[in-house]
């Protein structure tokens, strides 16, 4: 397929290219730190307050707007590097859509878990054992069933928020980062009291380590992955074909960025 952009050619070839793989999975580890730090941190930080005075409390609307924020935050300093998953479920989705290459996952998924896990030992040295606070477990009265239900949704809905934003020039960047950390603050203000609202397997997996409990994991793995598979088939429906655009926005502009550089640097110096 012919690319809409010379640069988009430019990059796709660039990125084939491994010497910068290690700061792509760099960004991963630290941006997925940054986030799951801000998710379990959230919750713990909001359990640890209920003894403070009401000033201090953190609220519903605090965490979901901390959690948006952070993932907005992230992919405006490093979504050029790696195309700031954070998620192995957004790995999954951008491979499957044939944006990303199935051999760089493996990669992405030993940075982000490995982030995720960091982040939650992190936290656990700071306030201990209610660190468990910031797991995300079903609500009572609310069944396995419904919460895969639910988790699935809101994954579906992520990705295509993702995918979506990430199908057009004029979306990769200021106008995704956006989208992406709106949905995450929606989702979590309407159903982060229900299910926690992960829509991340490392984000769930990573505390119930810790916490040495596994008892609900296998339904924020299931539904963030079986999500992530609708939201690839439903953005299949709406765009159609990859384009070069979804390419660039999943795998980052920094080998592009560089040659822009460079490019620049000779020209000036060549007057």
């Known amino acids: 397929m012919k690319s809409p952009i010379p640069e988009a ?5 660039a990125f084939l290219n491994s010497s910068l793989e290690w700061r792509r999975l760099f960004a991963e580890l630290w941006g997925t730190f940054l986030a799951v730090v ?6 713990t930080v909001a359990y640890w307050s209920h003894g403070a005075s009401p000033t201090m409390q953190v609220t519903l609307g605090m965490l979901a707007a901390a959690k948006g924020l952070i993932v907005m935050a992230i ?12 998620n192995p479920a957004v790995t999954i989705a951008f491979a499957v859509r044939r944006n990303f290459p199935w051999r760089r996952v493996p990669g992405y998924f030993i940075a982000q878990f490995v982030g995720a896990m960091g982040a939650v030992f992190f936290i656990m040295y700071i306030f201990g054992d209610i660190v468990s606070h910031g797991a995300t477990v079903p609500a009572q009265g609310i069944d396995s069933a419904s919460a895969l ?9 992520l990705i295509s928020v993702i995918l979506g934003t990430a ?31 992960s829509m991340n397997p490392f984000r769930t997996l990573a505390p ?16 963030s992955l079986f999500g992530a598979l609708i939201g690839v088939l439903f953005e299949w429906i709406l765009k159609g074909k990859p ?13 592009m960025e ?13 007057g």
Do not use: C
């Open 9 to 13: 050619s430019s990059t796709l070839s």
């Open 149 to 157: 239900l639910l988790e699935t949704m809101l994954t579906v809905g």
């Open 167 to 197: 199908s057009g020039a004029r979306n990769i960047g200021t106008n995704g980062a956006i989208a992406v950390g709106g949905y995450i603050a929606l989702a979590n203000l309407w159903s982060g009291p229900i299910t926690g609202a």
């Open 38 to 43: 801000v998710a379990v941190g959230g919750g």
């Open 258 to 270: 560089k040659e822009k550089i460079e490019k620049l640097g000779g020209d000036f110096e060549n």
């Open 208 to 223: 119930d380590i810790v916490r040495g409990d596994f008892s609900t994991t296998w339904i924020y793995i299931v539904g």
């Open 75 to 86: 992919i405006y300093f490093m979504g050029t590097v790696s195309g700031a998953h954070l």
């Open 243 to 255: 384009t070069s655009f979804g390419a660039i926005a999943a795998q980052g502009t920094l080998e």
